[in-house]
């Protein structure tokens, strides 16, 4: 992990593994735990626990930092809501970071990689990467599809990070690709998230007040609305 001589606070909800994770000067602390319904109690509780065993008083935050989405619809906005809550109480900057790049943080080293989200009904959030640099955009797409994407770049082997690694590999339609996923796909990407952060809000500034989380799709409740009209 890349160490910044920052004070950072990095939230992630993006997913069913949530996490917050924190770095005063260059020194990390971390909390994980597995999404329920309380999870924006869980939320408050774990950054007090934070802060507090890093003796950190909250306005010594150089930058919050959340995941922009996409990811699932109640997680990004309990994360956008405590962020911004957050930064404008505290009047510190905020920033919010596309959730499959933060996620790609992990393989930059990997000349091939892809950041992967179940989205349910058997659809993936996903983007490919080369050396980190992104090769598509963000995408709502089927495991199958995904695939032919992966073997059009004429690369077979792939490194992949994210929430339902497994389940994408046991989907894929047999093909010449091999894949290598990390160990702890499962945990949370708030450290991923911290380590991109400051350099992400340095190349585009801090979020604006009326900025909100990226979906890629339509909620239920979206498109069932849309259909009655």
């Known amino acids: 992990m890349v160490s910044i001589d920052k004070t950072i606070l990095a939230i992630d909800t993006?997913?069913?593994?949530?996490?917050?994770?924190?770095?005063?000067?260059?020194?990390?602390?971390?909390?994980?735990?597995?999404?329920d319904s309380k999870q924006q109690e869980a939320l408050t509780t774990s950054v007090q626990m934070l802060l507090l065993q890093a003796q950190v008083e909250p306005n010594a935050l150089d930058l919050i930092a959340v995941m922009r989405g996409p990811g699932t619809f109640t997680g990004l906005r309990v994360g956008m809501?405590?962020?911004?809550?957050?930064s404008y109480a505290l009047q510190i900057p905020l920033v919010s970071v596309p959730t499959l790049m933060a996620f790609a943080a992990s393989l930059s080293h990997k000349e091939y990689s892809a950041s992967i989200l179940d989205a349910r009904k058997g659809r993936y959030y996903a983007q490919l990467f080369h050396w980190n640099q992104p090769l598509t955009p963000e995408m709502d797409i089927t495991a199958q599809d995904l695939t032919l994407q992966m073997?059009?770049?004429?690369?077979?082997?792939?490194?992949?990070?994210?929430?339902?690694?497994?389940?994408?590999?046991?989907?894929?339609?047999?093909?010449?690709?091999t894949f290598s996923f990390l160990a702890n796909a499962h945990r949370s990407k708030a450290e991923n998230l911290l380590a991109i952060s400051w350099l992400y809000y340095q190349e585009h500034g801090a979020d604006r007040l009326d900025s909100g989380p990226s979906y890629l799709r339509l909620?239920?409740?979206?498109?069932s609305i849309k259909g009655s009209l």
């Open 14 to 35: 993006a997913g069913p593994y949530l996490g917050v994770a924190l770095m005063d000067k260059k020194k990390l602390y971390q909390h994980h735990w597995q999404g």
């Open 81 to 86: 809501a405590a962020g911004k809550g957050l």
């Open 151 to 177: 073997i059009a770049t004429g690369n077979n082997y792939w490194h992949i990070t994210g929430y339902g690694v497994e389940t994408f590999i046991e989907s894929v339609p047999e093909s010449s690709l």
């Open 219 to 223: 909620s239920e409740a979206e498109l």
